[in-house]
């Protein structure tokens, strides 16, 4: 199964985007799942997770209450809507099965992400 990360692009300080991530290739993963990004220079780190039955996200506290995570499981995606958006939120975002704040450790197809670049 591929993850595919769309939705990125260039966006001013205090904007939106709405990120979204599709599987293809077989089942969409049932269980939590995750965003993760990476900003130049810096490792791939967590942004949000949700269960599978939709319920309590988990945030990290950066994005908390400008980010927010949500999925369809009849349509196979997850999405991430960002508002207030920063110029530190400028990273290649992905998806990814995960536990609370982390990604499945049996998960390493990443595949591109989509980036999102936060002008000032």
């Known amino acids: 199964v591929q993850l595919q990360a769309s939705g990125g692009g260039l966006v001013q300080a205090g904007g939106s985007l709405r990120l979204s991530c599709a599987a293809s290739g077989g089942t969409f993963d049932n269980g939590r799942m995750g965003w993760f990004r990476q900003a130049p220079g810096k490792e791939r780190g967590f942004v949000a997770s949700?269960?599978?039955?939709?319920?309590?996200?988990f945030y990290t506290a950066s994005v908390k209450g400008r980010f927010t995570i949500s999925r369809d499981n009849a349509k196979n995606t997850v999405y991430l809507q960002m508002n207030s958006l920063k110029p530190e939120d400028t990273a290649v975002y992905y998806c990814?099965?995960?536990?609370?704040?982390?990604?499945?450790?049996?998960?390493?197809?990443w595949g591109q992400g989509t980036l999102v670049t936060v002008s000032s």
């Open positions: 990814a099965p995960a536990s609370i704040s982390a990604p499945r450790t049996d998960f390493h197809s």
């Open positions: 949700i269960p599978s039955s939709g319920g309590t996200a």
